[in-house]
């Protein structure tokens, strides 16, 4: 019956190990988010100062065209986090599926144990 309590346990590790990761995704997102959105702001400022909007004139700040890329790689970034994220949160609702089934288990033989040691006590007594 101790393997049971050692399932158990293994499952309850695998689950918060599931969420931690979902976690950390959740905090790159963000980070990636508050960098491009930086980034938005400094190429706002870079075209007011030079009085360019125009990503194709041959006076566009060089600075502005090199933020805007980073910006880009950050958002596809992004893109590709979410889609780890979102098998991220499947495995985890397996993981939490096979960790219920694990406590069931375990509760349903610890109520056998019980019933059996009631039952012997009864022969006993």
Do not use: C, W
Not at 28 to 42: G, P
Not at 65 to 90: G, I, V, Y
């Amino acid at each position: 019956m101790k393997s049971r309590e050692n399932l158990v346990r293994l499952k309850q590790f695998q689950v918060n190990e599931k969420r931690r990761q979902l976690l950390q995704l959740d905090m790159m997102i963000a980070e990636f988010e508050r960098m491009a959105v930086e980034l938005e702001l400094q190429i706002t400022a870079e075209e007011k100062k030079a009085g360019i909007t125009d990503i194709n004139h041959f006076a566009y700040p060089t600075f502005a065209k090199a933020a805007r890329l980073r910006r880009d790689n950050l958002r596809n970034s992004q893109s590709d986090l979410a889609q780890q994220r979102s098998t991220a949160e499947s495995l985890l609702g397996e993981a939490e599926a096979e960790l219920s089934k694990a406590e069931m288990l375990e509760s349903r033989d610890t109520k056998i144990r019980e019933a059996e040691i009631g039952g012997r006590s009864a022969m006993i007594g």
